[in-house]
């Protein structure tokens, strides 16, 4: 599919390599799910060696999450990215010290276990910062409040952040998104907070630090301003559908051959050039007109305007026209149109990786583009365990009997 529409690849394994600018740092992945896996990808993705540990016998969810194929979870083979795979169970005595041997290599730690798991395994911050001082301790469960020993998920927090209540139609219930975004957010930010941690360790010469970032703050915050205008002014946002109550027309709008585009004009120069592109700039000297608040309480009439204007041409023509009036709009795309977007091709969001059971498979390339320090796909997902002997023999010191006792007591995979 992805040689069909031209997907160039990145990866070429037998290419030299450039220096990537994570190079030379260990990060342990003990995180399960979304966020956490997501933050130790970006991590990888810019060289890290990232050891991904899973239950040895269940092994990680995420492996079951999603579509599969011939066996194999797609999302892993992507999330799991980049990352080498150990199987070990931190709840036994031999599966704890393995754990704190291969910490005292490591120069990160991301957990998602809930709160008081670590320390009942004997295996609390205190006691590997005591172990490691160097190391960066990052927990995505929020240890903190009343809410900290209930089970967190992406749905929960894209319900209490305001998300569900925001989206949706008027008249509809609040609505959730149908994939993982208040994980995938969370686990962007952590990858932040983790660089702000080692910048302060390496460049300060502080220590190693404890992270403490729930699911639901990254959420809150790209949900908006909603609190301080509860605050301040006493008004409580409800679902506008596609609308915004900050511009207009801001929408989705379907046009004559049954497609469907979406228009934003957050400034005053593209809303003037929008409603004179579908023949009504008498609107534009309005006084009303001047601001996007404005705009917003006369969403109808401007709504109305746009809307007849793309439902009388198809969508080649309104993505014409309004790219040759400079107006803001976008396809709304599925995954198959995506794929084949020439934008999306030629800035190779997408890439090709061989993955050893699937062959070429096509995925989402690094997050962002570096000039000097690029990031990489040097493989997909693999197989449960498949790094254990050797991260345990080759690296640790484990010799082939105890590794062999260790498997039999269950502590490893």
């Given at each position: 599919?992805?040689?069909?529409?031209?997907i160039?690849?990145?990866?070429?394994?037998?290419?030299?390599?450039?220096?990537?600018?994570?190079?030379?740092?260990r990060?342990?992945?003990?995180?399960?799910?979304?966020?956490?896996?997501?933050?130790?990808?970006?991590?990888?993705?810019?060289?890290?060696?990232?050891?991904?540990?899973?239950?040895?016998?269940?092994?990680d969810?995420?492996?079951?999450?999603?579509?599969?194929?011939?066996?194999?979870g797609?999302?892993?083979?992507?999330?799991?990215?980049?990352?080498?795979?150990?199987?070990?169970?931190?709840s036994?005595?031999?599966?704890?010290?393995?754990?704190?041997?291969?910490l005292?290599t490591?120069?990160?730690?991301?957990?998602?276990?809930?709160?008081?798991?670590?320390?009942?395994?004997?295996?609390?911050?205190?006691?590997?910062?005591?172990?490691?001082?160097?190391?960066?301790?990052?927990?995505?469960?929020?240890?903190?409040?009343?809410?900290?020993?209930?089970?967190?998920?992406?749905?929960?927090?894209?319900?209490?952040?305001?998300?569900a209540h925001?989206?949706?139609?008027?008249?509809g219930?609040?609505?959730?998104?149908?994939?993982?975004?208040?994980?995938?957010?969370?686990?962007?930010?952590?990858?932040?907070?983790?660089?702000?941690?080692?910048?302060?360790?390496?460049?300060?010469?502080?220590?190693?630090?404890?992270?403490?970032?729930?699911?639901?703050?990254?959420?809150?915050?790209?949900?908006?301003?909603?609190p301080?205008?509860?605050?301040?002014?006493?008004?409580?946002?409800?679902?506008?559908?596609?609308?915004?109550?900050?511009?207009?027309?801001?929408?989705?709008?379907?046009?004559?051959?049954?497609?469907?585009?979406?228009?934003?004009?957050?400034?005053?120069?593209?809303?003037?050039?929008?409603?004179?592109?579908?023949?009504?700039p008498?609107?534009?000297?309005?006084?009303?007109?001047?601001?996007?608040?404005?705009?917003?309480?006369?969403?109808?009439?401007?709504?109305?305007?746009?809307?007849?204007?793309?439902?009388?041409?198809?969508?080649?023509?309104?993505?014409?026209?309004?790219?040759?009036?400079?107006g803001?709009?976008?396809?709304?795309?599925?995954?198959?149109?995506?794929?084949?977007?020439?934008?999306?091709?030629?800035?190779?969001?997408?890439v090709?990786?061989?993955?050893?059971?699937?062959?070429?498979?096509?995925?989402?390339?690094?997050?962002?583009?570096?000039?000097?320090?690029?990031?990489?796909?040097?493989?997909?997902?693999?197989?449960?365990?498949a790094?254990?002997?050797?991260?345990?023999?080759?690296?640790?010191?484990?010799?082939?009997?105890?590794?062999?006792?260790?498997?039999?007591?269950?502590?490893?995979g």
């Open positions: 599919m992805a040689a069909s529409v031209g160039d690849s990145s990866v070429d394994f037998g290419a030299p390599r450039a220096i990537a600018a994570l190079d030379g740092l990060v342990i992945d003990a995180s399960s799910l979304i966020a956490g896996p997501i933050c130790c990808q970006i991590l990888g993705d810019f060289g890290a060696e990232v050891i991904k540990i899973e239950h040895p016998v269940t092994g969810a995420l492996r079951g999450h999603g579509h599969q194929k011939g066996g194999q797609l999302w892993w083979k992507e999330i799991s990215r980049n990352k080498r795979l150990i199987g070990l169970n931190l036994t005595t031999d599966g704890a010290v393995a754990f704190m041997r291969l005292a490591a120069d990160v730690l991301v957990e998602s276990f809930r709160p008081g798991t670590l320390e009942r395994w004997g295996l609390d911050p205190d006691r590997l910062l005591a172990e490691r001082p160097e190391l960066v301790v990052l927990r995505l469960t929020g240890q903190h409040g009343p809410y900290a020993d209930r089970p967190g998920f992406g749905t929960l927090a894209e319900a209490m952040s305001g998300f925001l989206t949706g139609s008027p008249d219930p609040p609505t959730l998104p149908p994939f993982g975004l208040a994980d995938s957010i969370c686990g962007i930010a952590a990858s932040s907070a983790v660089m702000m941690a080692l910048w302060h360790r390496d460049v300060h010469g502080g220590a190693g630090q404890v992270i403490d970032i729930s699911i639901l703050e990254p959420m809150m915050a790209a949900t908006g301003p909603g301080i205008v509860y605050d301040q002014l006493g008004i409580v946002e409800t679902r506008h559908g596609n609308r915004s109550t900050n511009n207009a027309p801001r929408n989705t709008y379907r046009t004559s051959d049954g497609h469907w585009v979406a228009v934003s004009t957050s400034t005053l120069s593209v809303a003037r050039r929008v409603l004179a592109l579908v023949g009504h008498e609107v534009v000297d309005e006084p009303w007109f001047q601001s996007g608040a404005g705009r917003a309480e006369h969403a109808d009439l401007l709504d109305g305007f746009v809307a007849l204007w793309i439902s009388e041409r198809t969508r080649a023509e309104v993505l014409e026209l309004f790219a040759e009036a400079n803001a709009i976008a396809p709304v795309y599925s995954a198959e149109d995506l794929v084949a977007d020439e934008h999306v091709r030629a800035a190779r969001m997408l090709e990786v061989n993955d050893p059971e699937l062959g070429p498979v096509l995925m989402h390339n690094v997050m962002w583009r570096m000039s000097a320090t690029p990031g990489r796909i040097a493989s997909t997902g693999g197989e449960a365990g790094d254990t002997h050797s991260i345990l023999v080759e690296e640790l010191g484990y010799s082939e009997d105890e590794l062999l006792r260790l498997r039999e007591t269950g502590a490893v």
